[in-house]
């Protein structure tokens, strides 16, 4: 295979933590790597639990001051980091790109994507209204009003590096509220990218905080972001999984929460489809980022009078539309999976529905590395784990089904 280097001006690959404005070393520090070449791309300051509670103090510091910008300084802030991340979309990207994978095509929609979210967030921090409600008594009058809650901690998965990350920030901000954030191991440069923009726009120190961590230190980091009695709010994204032992870490300081967790999405063809659409359905729904979006469809149950013309026109299509290697190689569309960890879970359900007599009609193999080949399998039954546990990975099991009185729910 051939090597690409990421080629991003430096200032913008950034290898320490980011607490109250300043770039700050830890006492170790871990690689990240691109997961299509194993090649090293940053070694990053490992942040532990010392460093998560400066940030967080510094954040609630930052907040006493941030909440009382007006609506109108924080939005121009956040446009400004907003205009800051178009300009750098093409470097924005590559990061994206060398540090999970996806095809930089795609990398470049998540980054536009992701400035979007400033830039809403940042016409929605003028908007902050509140409401006069009618009162049943005649001499009280009653007022909503709407408050930032104080320090919001943001725990974020690899698959969506940017995005996942100004999504939860943008709101936050334009809120009043300040926040830190803690990166997926696998991919905190795209966090730190992040961070030196906000600091270039003018975000003041302490109100965006990075503490990116090896996953080692993971569930200490985690700890102190879901207890801590600063913190006032806890926005995670990823899996069913984690976010069940966050929840019971922010029950104690019953801290407010969102959870955007795991799914086991069924994608279904009825005999009345139009089997051309609902293919090209499927090779989009499941085949993007290499089926590691939690919007991937994971089954697919398919009605036995369409099911022999969508699988024929499914391996066509995927033979013809899907090419594996390295995100930056033009043309390519299925970039590696994440880490090696990932394609033995989808080798692992592969083996599981072969012995429980699935066919491979496409892929199946392990390629180099974290690669996995695109595959699809049919005859595939609701007993097997890739209709049971989310595959996150490029694996399209077909179940033939019947009338529609037998298109069940697995449980
Ligand atoms: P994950 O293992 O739960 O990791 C997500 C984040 O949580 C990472 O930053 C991870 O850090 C951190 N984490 C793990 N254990 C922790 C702990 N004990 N305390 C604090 N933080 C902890 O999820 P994933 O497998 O990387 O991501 C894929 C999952 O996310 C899938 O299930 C997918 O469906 C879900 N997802 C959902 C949405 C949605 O919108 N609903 C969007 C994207 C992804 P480390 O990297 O250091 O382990």
């Known amino acids: 295979r051939r090597t690409y280097s990421l080629d991003v001006s430096p200032e913008l690959v950034r290898n320490q933590a980011y607490i109250d404005g300043r770039w700050t070393s830890a006492a170790a520090d871990f690689p990240v790597l691109d997961p299509a070449s194993g090649a090293l791309i940053a070694r990053v300051a490992d942040c532990g639990p010392a460093e998560a509670k400066q940030a967080v ?27 800051l991340m178009v300009k750098h979309k093409d470097e924005l990207a590559r990061i994206v790109t060398f540090e999970c994978g996806k095809p930089l095509p795609e990398a470049l929609g998540e980054v536009g994507y992701s400035a979007g979210f400033l830039e809403w967030y940042s016409e929605e921090a003028r908007r902050c209204y509140g409401d006069v409600v009618p009162s049943p008594f005649r001499d009280r009058k009653i007022l909503l009003l709407k408050q930032p809650v104080g320090v919001a901690s943001i725990i974020t998965p690899w698959n969506f590096p940017s995005a996942m990350i100004t999504r939860k920030v943008g709101a936050a901000l334009a809120a009043g509220c300040t926040v830190v954030v803690k990166p997926a191991e696998d991919t905190p440069l795209s966090a730190l990218a992040l961070a030196q923009l906000a600091d270039q726009a003018g975000i003041p120190a302490g109100v965006f905080n990075v503490v990116p961590c090896s996953r080692e230190k993971t569930p200490a980091v985690g700890e102190v972001l879901c207890t801590d009695p600063l913190v006032a ?13 966050l929840l019971r870490h922010a029950a104690d300081t019953v801290k407010k929460v969102s959870m955007e967790l795991g799914g086991n999405a069924p994608f279904i063809v009825f005999n009345s489809a139009d089997v051309d659409k609902a293919v090209a359905g499927a090779m989009g729904s499941k085949f993007r980022n290499t089926g590691q979006t939690c919007v991937c469809s994971n089954r697919f149950l398919v009605q036995s009078g369409v099911h022999d013309a969508f699988v024929e026109k499914l391996a066509v299509a995927m ?6 290697g390295h995100g930056a190689e033009p043309g390519v569309t299925q970039g590696p999976l994440i880490n090696a960890r990932a394609a033995e879970k989808v080798v692992h359900q592969v083996e599981d529905a072969v012995s429980r007599g699935a066919r491979v009609l496409r892929g199946g193999k392990r390629g180099e590395g974290s690669y996995m080949e695109p595959t699809l399998l049919t005859g595939v039954t609701t007993e097997m784990l890739c209709t049971k546990e989310e595959t996150f990975g490029p694996l399209l099991p077909v179940i033939r089904s019947g009338p529609i009185t037998a298109l069940q729910e697995s449980p």
């Open 57 to 83: 103090d510094a954040a609630y510091k930052a907040f006493h001051t941030w909440k009382q910008q007006t609506a109108k300084e924080r939005s121009d802030l956040l446009r400004r980091w907003y205009e």
């Open 233 to 245: 709010k806890v926005s995670f994204t990823g899996s069913t999984a984690t976010g069940k032992i």
């Open 319 to 324: 033979d013809a539309q899907l090419r594996m």
